[in-house]
């Protein structure tokens, strides 16, 4: 087992630019979520997705997007930065039985 | 979601017990609780769960209230590395939890 592992560690960009996260995740977990944790503060739940469909969002606007694929590894998407999208984002891959397991994170910085 | 309330840090000594206490009073009547910790510059990392009974594992016990509305979190003798932000999530086993502020723990060796 190698765990949930997610790349880049950290990442600098600008105010409206793109950003793709990326996500693999523990062997035989079919549903992957994401959590934003900015500073000082708990993680909060961005959404599910569960054999490749949404399943589950918390409150993040559209600009923010994912995709999960057949190897239940999973990417987010997020349009138009804002400097408030400065955070680390946080992926959890679950197995069937329940439960989570959480990679290290992706610390952005928005400039 | 149910709402949680936990002290926003607690202090102990190394090889001493902690009890980490969360109340939950609107838990509803199927969700477990989940207890996860956040060492520093790491990802969250599962503790325990239950859903009434008290329940024990390698890491820490939890100790359930006969009504549900409160769990205590027990590591039997802390460690340094137990420093951590220690989180009580009521909620479903499936991956979609609800973090608070937490618990910030210290251990002074």
């Known amino acids: 087992e190698t765990g949930v592992t997610q790349s880049p560690t950290h990442l600098i960009k600008t105010r409206g630019q793109q950003v793709t996260l990326r996500c693999s995740s523990q062997?035989?977990?079919?549903?992957v979520s994401w959590y934003q944790q900015a500073l000082g503060q708990g993680p909060q739940f961005i959404f599910q997705?569960?054999?490749?469909?949404?399943?589950g969002r918390g409150n993040f606007p559209p600009r923010f997007s994912g995709l999960q694929f057949p190897n239940y590894s999973s990417e987010l998407n997020v349009n138009a930065l804002e400097l408030d999208d400065s955070a680390l984002y946080l992926c959890?891959?679950?197995?069937?039985?329940?439960?989570?397991?959480f990679g290290p994170g992706t610390r952005l910085t928005v400039l | 979601d149910a709402k949680t309330t936990q002290p926003n840090s607690m202090e102990s000594n190394e090889e001493e017990p902690v009890h980490l206490p969360c109340n939950h009073s609107?838990?509803?009547?199927?969700?477990?609780i989940h207890w996860y910790r956040q060492l520093p510059s790491q990802g969250p990392e599962y503790v325990i769960h239950?859903?009434?009974s008290n329940v024990n594992n390698r890491m820490a016990s939890l100790a359930i209230a006969e009504d549900r509305k409160s769990s205590t979190l027990i590591l039997h003798r802390a460690t340094l590395r137990d420093a951590a932000v220690y989180y009580c999530?009521?909620?479903?086993?499936?991956?979609?939890?609800?973090f608070g502020q937490g618990t910030i723990l210290t251990v002074h060796p």
């Open positions: 997705y569960y054999r490749e469909e949404e399943n």
């Open positions: 239950g859903l009434t």
């Open positions: 609107t838990i509803s009547g199927t969700d477990y």
């Open positions: 999530i009521p909620g479903t086993s499936y991956g979609k939890l609800t």
């Open positions: 062997s035989g977990h079919n549903t």
């Open positions: 959890a891959s679950s197995p069937p039985s329940g439960g989570a397991e």
